[in-house]
């Protein structure tokens, strides 16, 4: 299988490239920029040593055509267009959010403009969804926040252990932003530093996050979404609470938890008493959670920690192509962390 | 007035002196130490030049007393019998918890042992604390997280715009543990990476929040208090949120903070659409707040950054203590962070 | 005294706002930027509490006019034109380098274009250098870099101890390099990382170092230096070494540095054993340093620490500031550093 | 081929691990620990999932024996007298300092008590060394230090380019010191801070440079080494400087650069202009570095970036396991880093 990565000098880019260049069943084929178009790979990934002389090409449908795959890692908007040129019997991978959501009204309130349309969400963790992502040619990658909160609350609310009024507040590294040069992005801003930012229920992950969980939950799902910007590079680490349902134990919680985690690769429940830090996560493609119940204030409360570069989108993103392309889904996914 | 200061080589002590040394009106006197004693000050904190040659005696009522204020940043569990010693005319500032709870069973239930007392709370902005603080002879210090989580809620709770169901994930700076040597405190072990700690309603400082708020709205108030670690040394960085009473507006919110700031030296409220970063206090007394109404989950969402050892602890302290001393209470403490 | 500031939305413009917010002797009037002009200073220094409101207007004679003191911070090259205009009367504090070099050809061969002059350089820790600062209408401020190795070599070089042949490697925080939006400097690529750059004998700071050293010693001297750009938002820690002379003795090398820190308010020789680190002199003005013979090696190595913004740029510049107004050198700036 | 690991609840024991995890020749037996004998990994490398469940045992000939290869990652001192026990068919790789040197004065002057004696040292990449590694039963690993700097001299030594008259000075991540609970390894202390330590010739790692150094000269090497303490949990990098030879060119400088890294696969000499950075290099067994020739100051200047847990510790001894093992050299070890 040959892949061409749209987008390869950015941080989503990047981590792609990484990913698949211990992938044991895709090769790296044609590497496409928007700005950096004519530049090598080098001067914007100088970790990537293997393929630091490749040049950048345009994104265009001859750039990135003639390959089994195509991962997109494109400012949001961009997607369509290039999909539609493809045809449709390449593996398209979109790490964007042009194709997450299902109801264009919310894509209107939260990100301007026409809905581009939805395609099959890459969370195969999500009940049932494992099954949708086989054969598929059109993947949507989650967005990084609605990744570690489906993954934190679907277990409670598909056992009806939590009420649907779910309260997030998540701290992200920077990388989560990409590289776009903004001050309050700077070094100088970030280090020493903890912020808020797109507070009050106006970030764009929140419908994302309320469609995941409304479909688990059977029912609508109110997320209230607070999220922070920490000093480190990647790395989320969400704290989800929401109130327990009467007569909810904390047996049954941890019971529910495990019931999800069971077979599941990249979802780690943590050992009793153990709780998430991102640096368990670091490069890899796994989530580390843990669950408590508060009895004092009767709420149920999950931490996850997950690699926004990895799990939380390019991670993702070949996990849900491996199965796409028939292939193990674990493969080429690094399951332990970098730490410290 | 001459201070002396117990507990000098530890990051509340270190803090304190800082302050004090460019403090008008407040003489540094005795330093003493646990089990430091007998070195000099400049091992511990080598930031504080003018004081490098200065001896760690031990914390004993011979060394602590004859001085007009005792500052105390020891252990928990430590100031009851030290206080007594140095009798009712001097000014003791317990920077511990000992006597910060006035429920005797909330106490052994978070502490364990026998409850110490109760002294007057040292946090002036809340209503009616500033005169209970005049020429008292006692003052309680607040735990870090109480005074960010206690000044971010209470104008909410005080105009009747929230229900008494708040909800707080905190990240915090890691001289919140002090300089206790445990592995998870290790640089290593906290450079990059964002940890919970204490989840579940089952961390100290939760009572404190619950006291002091249910002194604001009259009732009951619930709080579910989950914290976290963050990558930096300094810094506490709070959100808060409760659900909104019915018909509360946008205008109705920021005109309770505003009002609850007015005459506050130290509670800034930002201009609407600029959010908090812990940089914007660092090494000053300052809180620096926002609240914004989120229409969609029906809540209420409050973000208040605070330095923990600041307005967390030692600025605090001397806020107190200026005001039972008779002194303007903003002497000797700056209002502006240190950034970038 | 009322002095403007040009450059108000930098770091270096900051960084004066901060220390003469609380300096009792000169107040602060307008304020000046270049694109961010017409905007307000709070959306810029977030961390600055009494000034937030207060508008940024555009650099010109007229708005910096009728000042006792006008603080440069501006983009290289443009002080000559404004200086020009403001009259010999005015007191002007640059602290851009144009008029650091007294050989134009030096600084045509490391920043290009004609050299503007030479102004009386502010550093009054150089020998002889303190009393040309006083009453003079003109000063360069020294760059952040020359501020700690001119004081970390000047010692031994000055007391014949050290060959005039320096090593230099030094590691500074990001803050140094500015608010530049450049893609090495967002947070994501700094934080976790050291990295090289200038290297090989062409960072623009090295004929600054020769040229201070050269007075000292009397004789020309080579720098070889190596900037490092370092994991933190403001510090330098600067390691410098040199052949020492034949006979030399550690004692004599401590005694030589125990001299030239002896009446030196803000250069603090550290006891022997304890080495510098940049939170020590973290918004200080302090400049702390140690100095070592290493024997098997031949050589003698200091190590200084400094905040590149404080005492290499801002404070720097009010200290001077201070003598040429006939303040006390040392008004108005801190001699503790903010830590842990 | 069933590998043994002592030491497993350290960093170099946990990055052992984590390369091993993916490492297709080798499988993970016998865990071993001092103190934390008894408790499971989990509690200690929590980023390690998949041995998350593993007991540490003691650490004794019997757990260690039956293995292929044992991995000692212990306290200097330890070694020998485990060896012994374990008997010459073993392949024992060991990461601490106790076979490095070859002078038995340098080894009591520098770290006291008996030497213990000479194995074969673990750095392929130096001029004839490979061969020697070669079914070895015995290896010693490398210092991170000593391994940054040698790779980063030698090709100019070996070339006659520069004197050996080396000054070093090196940033390090805190991993380097290792999981101690020392004061000055806190979270508080180092974040924000860069420091220095081990400055005038007395770091450990000194004679082992000047070992590997002068056996590539053919004659005595003296290096001036100054190692600072860096915010970051990973990563060294180094600058080395020596005059030049006379008639030294840039051309014959590079020319000689590329040679030494021609057949390398760990050795990555960076384009021309482009500088390391230890993000390059994170997690990967990979050493960057670039060279220029400083025509001022009459001086070769390199700058290597490595991983110190990695190629540092842990890859460098399973790279040259691998060779003692008839491996192949690159078998498990990442070429590429962790960014950003």
Chains 1, 2, 3, 4 share one sequence.
Not at 40 to 53: N, V
Not at 264 to 276: D, I, K, M, S, T
Request: aromatic residues 4%; charged residues 15%.
């Amino acid at each position: 299988m040959r892949a061409a990565i749209a987008g390869a000098s950015g941080y989503a880019g990047g981590e792609l490239l990484r990913l698949l260049l211990s992938h044991p069943g895709i090769e790296i084929g044609a590497l496409t920029a928007g700005s950096n178009a004519g530049t090598l790979l080098g001067a914007h990934q100088p970790h990537l040593a293997p393929l630091a002389g490749r040049p950048l090409l345009e994104t265009t449908a001859e750039t990135l055509g003639g390959h089994d795959v195509v991962f997109l890692a494109l400012p949001h908007g961009q997607s369509a267009a290039i999909a539609e040129q493809l045809g449709p019997d390449t593996l398209i991978v979109d790490c964007g959010a042009d194709f997450r959501l299902t109801d264009p009204a919310a894509w209107e309130h939260f990100y301007g403009g026409a809905h581009a349309g939805t395609w099959p969400y890459g969370l195969p963790e999500l009940p049932g969804q494992r099954e949708r992502l086989r054969d598929t040619r059109r993947i949507a990658v989650p967005g990084c926040y609605p990744t570690a909160v489906t993954l934190a609350v679907f277990p409670a609310l598909a056992a009806g252990l939590a009420a649907p009024d779910v309260v997030v507040v998540a701290a992200t590294g920077t990388s989560g932003a990409g590289k776009s040069l903004k001050p309050h992005l700077l070094g100088s801003e970030v280090m020493g530093s903890v912020s808020a930012y797109g507070v009050g229920g106006t970030h764009r992950h929140t419908p994302e996050m309320e469609q995941n969980l409304a479909a688990v939950a059977g029912e609508p799902v109110t997320v209230s979404f607070t999220p922070m910007l920490a000093p480190m590079s990647r790395g989320i680490l969400a704290t989800c609470t929401a109130p327990a349902r009467p007569g909810v134990t904390a047996e049954a919680l941890r019971e529910a938890y495990e019931l999800a985690a069971k077979d599941e690769p990249f979802l780690r429940l943590l050992p009793a008493g153990q709780w998430p830090a991102t640096s368990m996560t670091l490069g890899a493609n796994t989530a580390a959670l843990q669950v408590a119940l508060d009895e004092r204030a009767g709420r149920v409360v999950v931490v996850i920690a997950i690699d926004n570069l990895t799990k939380g989108t390019a991670g993702g993103a070949v996990q849900s192509a491996n199965l796409a392309l028939g292939l193990p889904e674990e493969l080429g996914l690094p399951l332990n962390g970098v730490a410290p």
